[in-house]
């Protein structure tokens, strides 16, 4: 699913509303990342190609052993046109990837979301990344070096992560979004309070990449 079909023209106001409303009570800034997918990962359609191709080819088989090598090459061929096609769409294309595999691509593509759009943007190295990637069913959260600081012994970024995956399966990603943006707030609250003269150094809060 695309980001912009997931989180509408209401849903972003609200998002974004969320972030300056958490942004208001901490010097930290929130970036929102929301991607289709992290990476390609062309090698599903090959995988479902090879599978298809081969249970065409004991189907046929079955069906109609005295099939000539073309009748055979023909039906082979357009299993792998078939396969290519059909892992277009993300569901099918995520059924051929282990899961090891989507997770080092969201940590790979959290990462270059971070270094891209928050890691040292702002003076006191205060921001932040909620970077959920859609294919993979993986939100990642990394901080700046003064956020990874700020948080306390044993505190972690599993309650937002867990926020935004409720609201994804509840099919509410946006309440899910906003709920992971207000968690925020509070984490950073306390440890990095708003100070007299902040200003916002990160000023695109929700970015949807399709």
Known sequence: MRPSNLIGPADRERIEAAVRAAEAGTSGEIVVQVVRRSEDFAVSSWRFAVLLAALVLLAADWIAPASSLLVLFGLQSAAVITAHLACALD??????????????????????????????????????????????????????EAVDRALGEGESWAAVVDRVLEGIRKGQAA????????????????????????????????????
Do not use: K, N
């Open 91 to 144: 569901p099918i294309r995520r059924l051929c990837l282990r899961e090891d595999e989507l997770e080092r691509a969201a940590q790979r593509g959290a990462l270059d979301a971070f270094r891209l759009h928050v890691a040292r943007r702002t003076e006191g190295r205060t921001g932040i990344l909620i970077y959920v990637s859609l294919l993979e069913h993986r939100v990642v959260v990394l901080g700046d």
């Open 175 to 210: 309440e899910g979004i906003v709920r992971a943006v207000e968690r925020c707030g509070a984490m950073l609250a306390r440890p990095l309070p708003r100070e007299a003269g902040d200003r916002d150094e990160i000023v695109q809060g929700l970015i949807l990449s399709d």
